[in-house]
């Protein structure tokens, strides 16, 4: 098999010292980060990208360093969800369902061991997927023309639409605001400047770095100066991790079927890793809670969405890398970094830099070995920073994006800019607007615009070339099923979930 | 409420956004045109809000007092920084800015002073030195 060959070039490219050490800081990093109250995986990527460009690396070793922080993010969110009730992103929301009680139960060490095997498994089980199915989706995906990719792109904001809970009106508003945001500047195929206002700033448009980080970061500082003074946070003990092994395989058939609900949830474009955790909780309760112990401590409510949610991690991969389609906010994030490197992702993109893409996947296994030694014996390191004060990290993450945006190119336009888009990213998360789709929709819109310009001028201004393939009217098919059940699921009563949509 | 002026707001800019992409038309071989994708984004954008307006959802709790005076003030020591990063340098500019951000997060006057002085030697020697990028000295600048 062609694969194994790959893959094992890949592991020559990722196990060079240099970069099993950038995987080792990311993955410490992307825990630390995810463990921290608030700040997701999409806000830890989004900080450290210009510190990927500051320190002056190649894309395969930048990319191994962040994709090492996304996993790692994904592991860590657990932490907080279950020592302290506050999940540290979106995705972890699920785990604080059965993990806090567990935890105020005295089986913190238990939740805290049963989580970190569960995402294991989900992310390792995601990676196989991963490596198995990506290059198939690659070969399948060269065909694709510009209409196909038109209609992938609908897909994406369709499936992002339908998060499940959030209101599908206001997500897709923010998508149609992300889009209307990304044709701002010259338009490359006529040389058209549109919605400059004479700004010459911003003639080569937004830069999505900028956007990024002042709609996360700097809004994350609006939000918490609100809400700190009722986060207190308890001091719960952890007890022993290794007396809490035995717990462990009672809740293997959970894991293994979070992670194949997570998986097919994280690639579908757009969908992530919230509907991953979600879906994989629901589905877990329906099927296994037959004493109504969900809820109050089960362990089984643990492990069941923190492997969904790492394999949706995983599996959001699949077509970021093979389609340069996201999976989920924090995808669009890592696509970002690859197109700011000079890389893009697609289906040539396991043709031309096979090194690069195999060494990111070679390293996601290494990562996953990293984690789960960083996530279960050194667990104890993590709770320490968690009790960090909060006056000396929401500076030091505000500077950091400053002195990141700062360095990209040297403008103090861009750090109004910056500013501009944190008060802006208070606002729609205080009308509870997901940010995540007015990234992806400024990320994706150029490429959108340009199949569909494509798409016209090959058919000449007839329409019916979008729905000409039969690929193209599959994946619309897939778009207008997924719009109806959001439609029709936001009639429904849901349990709210907090406003900050992050994952 | 807010989601109502919210709703008017964005009906009001996908109107201008749509009514400003005709300004865009060139003769070029391509039917859509420069215009013709502000137009497709501005038709959704614009029921969606309308959409927000016929059926907004529970109202949003607004911060009063002092969280909010906190924030004005927080977007303002932001933009002072930015204005201030290259005439005052980057070291002193952070240590100024990074007191008031602590102190907005109930630091004491000590704890303000150490964060802000640690912050701006550290990023400082990290980025500067070490990654190579250059940032501002300003009025630290040996002349």
Same mark, same amino acid.
């Given at each position: ?503 | ?27 070029? +071989? ?5 215009? &013709? $994708? /502000? =137009? ?7 029921? @969606?809000?309308?959409? !927000? ?28 920084? +930015? ?5 005052? &340098? $980057? /070291? =002193? ?7 008031? @951000?602590?102190?907005? !997060? ?38």
């Amino acid at each position: 098999m062609d694969i194994f060959a790959s893959l094992a070039q890949g592991f020559g490219e990722a196990l060079e010292p240099f970069h099993l050490a950038l995987a080792l800081f990311g993955c410490f990093i992307g825990t630390l980060v995810g463990a921290l109250p608030g700040l997701g995986p999409t806000n830890g990527v989004a900080i450290l990208i210009p510190l990927a460009f500051a320190l002056g690396l190649e894309p395969s070793a930048a990319v191994i360093m962040l994709v090492s922080v996304y996993y790692g993010a994904m592991y860590g969110g657990r932490i907080s969800s279950i020592l302290l009730n506050i999940p540290g992103d979106e995705p972890a929301v699920m785990t604080t369902l059965d993990g806090y009680p567990m935890a105020r139960q005295g089986k913190a060490a238990s939740a805290l061991m049963i989580s970190g095997v569960a995402s294991f498994v989900g992310a390792t089980l995601a990676t196989i997927g991963l490596t198995l199915f990506a290059p198939l989706l690659a070969r399948v995906a060269i065909h694709f023309g510009p209409s196909e990719y038109f209609a992938l792109y609908l897909l994406a904001f369709a499936t992002i639409g339908g998060i499940v809970g959030a209101n599908p009106f206001k997500t897709l508003l923010a998508a149609t605001i992300g889009l209307a945001l990304g044709t701002i500047g010259i338009d490359p195929m006529s040389g058209v400047a549109r919605y400059t206002f004479g700004i010459y700033e911003v003639y080569d448009g937004i830069d999505f770095i900028v956007a990024l980080v002042g709609l996360f970061a700097i809004s994350e500082f609006l939000i918490f100066l609100e809400s700190h003074e009722s986060l207190n946070r308890p001091k719960i003990p952890i007890g022993s991790l290794m007396s809490a092994i035995k717990d462990v395989p009672k809740t293997f058939g959970a894991m293994l079927r979070g992670s194949g609900i997570g998986f097919v949830a994280g690639v579908l474009p757009g969908a992530g890793a919230s509907l991953g955790s979600f879906m994989a909780y629901v589905l877990e309760r329906r099927f296994s809670d037959r004493n109504g112990t969900f809820g109050k401590g089960d362990p089984r409510g643990v492990a069941a969405p923190e492997a969904g949610n790492n394999a949706a991690a995983g599996g959001a991969l699949v077509p970021m890398l093979t389609l340069g389609v996201p999976g989920s906010g924090t995808t669009a994030v890592l696509l970002a970094l690859l197109i700011s490197l000079g890389v893009q992702p697609g289906p040539l993109m396991f043709e031309k830099q096979p090194e690069l893409i195999w060494g990111l996947i070679a390293s996601l296994y290494i990562a996953n070995f990293m984690l789960l030694i960083l996530n279960i014996p050194l667990v104890g390191l993590f709770t320490r920073i968690l009790a960090l004060p909060y006056w000396a990290l929401m500076p030091t993450v505000v500077m950091v994006a400053f002195v990141g945006v700062f360095s990209i190119n040297n403008s103090i336009f861009e750090l109004y800019m910056m500013i501009g888009f944190g008060v802006v990213g208070y606002i729609f998360r205080k009308l509870n607007i997901s940010l995540v789709p007015i990234v992806l929709g400024l990320l994706l819109g150029s490429n959108m615009e340009f199949n569909l310009r494509r798409a016209f001028i090959i058919s000449n201004g007839d329409v019916g070339i979008l729905f000409e393939s039969g690929i193209s009217i599959g994946i619309h098919l897939v778009t207008a099923m997924f719009l109806i059940a959001a439609f029709a699921l936001s009639r429904r009563k849901l349990p709210q979930r907090p406003q900050d949509d992050v994952d | 409420m807010a989601d109502r002026i919210a709703g008017t707001f964005f009906l009001v800019l996908a109107i201008a956004y749509g009514l400003l992409a005709s300004n865009y038309q060139t003769d070029f +071989a391509d039917p859509i045109g420069t215009e &013709g $994708f /502000p =137009l497709f984004v501005s038709i959704p954008m614009g029921l @969606l809000s309308l959409a !927000l307006i016929i059926r907004p959802s529970v109202d949003v709790e607004w911060p009063g007092g002092k969280a909010l005076l906190r924030q004005i003030a927080l977007v303002i020591v932001l933009v002072v920084y +930015a204005i201030a990063l290259e005439p005052v &340098g $980057f /070291p =002193l500019a952070t240590f100024v800015a990074v007191i008031f @951000l602590a102190r907005f !997060l109930d630091a004491t006057w000590l704890q303000c002073v150490m964060v802000g002085a640690i912050l701006a030697v550290l990023l400082y020697v990290v980025f500067d030195p070490i990654l190579g990028l250059p940032l501002p000295l300003g009025l630290l600048e040996l002349r």
